[in-house]
């Protein structure tokens, strides 16, 4: 038995656009209805195929819905959320695909109707790509999909979203909201924000012409630019809306680039090696735990 009949997905970009892919593959019984803020978006969806009804608005599309997604930036939630509350079916789950929790919490519980479920969740994947077209069935086979149920959250409405993920390839894991934000907050978001400045740096380095960054990008600075390819919409609220722990952790990188800075300074050889052998360590159980390949060069084909 299918977790949910009918499907609503508000917000059409790589991750809805995604989800609705993956549920035509994995649930094709599954009634799919979607919209998007952009009437380009909303057109091409249609073009594409990939829901039975492309609604104008959000109330239109959750009507009837059993499951309701959003996949909207973080900080369009709350306006989202009003618009769809009077439409809302009773006993349906409202759930999202955002980066950081306790914010949906906080901004989208006091919204919805009492007879209404609100269970968070992160699906961890995605690419530097944005938009319907950027989407596929397969992003969320063998990733992690975090739920940050509310205290009190109806188990059964937790476990009819735990399927959901699971039939979609999904591993689930259940997690508190503000711990969820700390863990991403160190795997993902500073990544990005480091990525973000180092490529900035670059832009703006003087003695340093823009020809030449491009010309002579390393491995290193290559991949950077290929995280802050993102789109800049998403993270700017990500950073907005995960503020505390992003920086916490802000904090705490700073005084670890200060440490290596002294190491460098003084000459410190065996600070310098410790630490790049710890963090080779990571990247071997990064590999080991099936989360990346181990072939060179990120199994890129050239």
Same mark, same amino acid.
């Given at each position: 038995?299918?977790?949910?009949?009918?499907?609503?997905?508000?917000?059409?970009?790589?991750?809805?656009?995604?989800?609705?892919?993956?549920?035509?593959?994995?649930?094709?019984?599954?009634?799919?209805?979607?919209?998007?803020?952009?009437?380009?978006?909303?057109?091409?969806?249609?073009?594409?195929?990939?829901?039975?009804?492309?609604?104008?608005?959000?109330?239109?599309?959750?009507?009837?819905?059993?499951?309701?997604?959003?996949?909207?930036?973080?900080?369009?939630?709350?306006?989202?959320?009003?618009?769809?509350?009077?439409?809302?079916?009773?006993?349906?789950?409202?759930?999202?695909?955002?980066?950081?929790?306790?914010?949906?919490?906080?901004?989208?519980?006091?919204?919805?109707?009492?007879?209404?479920?609100?269970?968070?969740?992160?699906?961890?994947?995605?690419?530097?790509?944005?938009?319907?077209?950027?989407?596929?069935?397969?992003?969320?086979?063998?990733?992690?999909?975090?739920?940050?149920?509310?205290?009190?959250?109806?188990?059964? =409405?937790? !476990?009819?979203?735990?399927? /959901?993920?699971?039939?979609?390839?999904? @591993?689930?894991? %259940?997690? &508190? *909201?503000?711990?969820?934000?700390?863990?991403?907050?160190?795997?993902?978001?500073?990544?990005?924000?480091?990525?973000?400045?180092?490529?900035?740096?670059?832009?703006?380095?003087?003695?340093?012409?823009?020809?030449?960054?491009?010309?002579?990008?390393?491995?290193?600075?290559?991949?950077?630019?290929?995280?802050?390819?993102?789109?800049?919409?998403?993270?700017?609220?990500?950073?907005?809306?995960?503020?505390?722990?992003?920086?916490?952790?802000?904090?705490?990188?700073?005084?670890?680039?200060?440490?290596?800075?002294?190491?460098?300074?003084?000459?410190? =050889?065996? !600070?310098?090696?410790?630490? /790049?052998?710890?963090?080779?360590?990571? @990247?071997?159980? %990064?590999? &080991? *735990?099936?989360?990346?390949?181990?072939?060179?060069?990120?199994?890129?084909?050239?």
């Amino acid at each position: 038995m299918l977790p949910f009949s009918r499907v609503a997905i508000i917000g059409l970009g790589l991750i809805g656009s995604s989800v609705a892919r993956a549920v035509r593959a994995k649930m094709p019984t599954v009634a799919l209805t979607g919209t998007d803020a952009d009437p380009a978006v909303r057109q091409r969806v249609i073009d594409l195929g990939l829901l039975d009804d492309v609604a104008d608005t959000p109330a239109a599309a959750v009507v009837d819905a059993d499951l309701v997604i959003l996949a909207v930036p973080l900080g369009a939630f709350a306006v989202v959320a009003r618009d769809i509350a009077a439409d809302l079916s009773p006993g349906a789950i409202v759930s999202d695909v955002g980066s950081a929790k306790q914010t949906v919490i906080d901004a989208v519980r006091p919204l919805l109707p009492e007879n209404v479920h609100l269970i968070p969740a992160h699906p961890v994947a995605g690419t530097e790509r944005s938009g319907p077209d950027a989407g596929f069935p397969t992003l969320f086979e063998d990733r992690w999909c975090i739920l940050t149920p509310l205290e009190g959250a109806d188990e059964t =409405a937790v !476990t009819r979203l735990a399927e /959901f993920w699971t039939r979609l390839g999904s @591993r689930v894991e %259940i997690m &508190d *909201a503000r711990h969820h934000d700390l863990v991403l907050a160190v795997t993902s978001h500073i990544p990005h924000l480091i990525a973000y400045s180092i490529v900035g740096t670059a832009a703006d380095l003087e003695g340093v012409t823009r020809g030449e960054v491009i010309k002579y990008s390393a491995g290193g600075f290559r991949d950077f630019t290929r995280i802050a390819a993102s789109d800049p919409t998403m993270w700017r609220d990500v950073f907005l809306t995960n503020k505390e722990a992003v920086l916490e952790i802000l904090g705490r990188v700073t005084e670890d680039l200060a440490a290596l800075q002294r190491a460098i300074r003084w000459g410190d =050889a065996d !600070t310098l090696f410790q630490r /790049f052998t710890s963090s080779r360590d990571i @990247r071997r159980a %990064i590999i &080991d *735990a099936g989360q990346d390949t181990a072939d060179p060069d990120f199994g890129r084909h050239h």
